[in-house]
């Protein structure tokens, strides 16, 4: 299993500030977040979440897309990764376009997927 990934408040201050950061709502809500950080000609799209009760709803995909549109006129390539046991995500990317790059494993029982889309 993948640990989870934790922050402080001064790493989503940040975030906020230097990379792309968007949220999905419902009402004064947040279901969902996704980031993108662009490093030259590519954007690393992470941190995709969705409130546990929200899932099979389209809003995983939304924000995946939303992601992408923002930060599109400047990247020739999208990355990201997964563990290999995460089939939602898995399907969720493929549906998407990303193509498997490479992977490594972590642990016996993990290994990162890497995904690559081009924009």
């Not at 030259?40 to 099979?56: I, Q, S, T, Y």
């Not at 599109?72 to 498997?100: A, I, P």
């Amino acid at each position: 299993m993948l640990s989870a990934l934790t922050e402080n408040v001064g790493d989503v201050a940040r975030a906020i500030e230097q990379d792309i950061v968007l949220v999905a709502r419902q009402g004064t809500r947040i279901v969902g977040a996704v980031r993108g950080i662009t490093d030259g000609r590519m954007c690393h799209v992470g941190r995709l979440v969705v409130a546990p009760d929200m899932h099979r709803r389209g809003i995983g995909g939304r924000l995946l897309t939303a992601v992408e549109l923002t930060a599109s006129g400047s990247v020739d390539r999208f990355t990201l990764f997964t563990g290999n046991r995460s089939e939602s995500n898995l399907s969720l990317y493929k549906r998407h376009g990303y193509e498997q790059a490479h992977s490594h494993p972590l642990s016996p029982e993990v290994t990162l997927v890497h995904w690559e889309k081009l924009a």
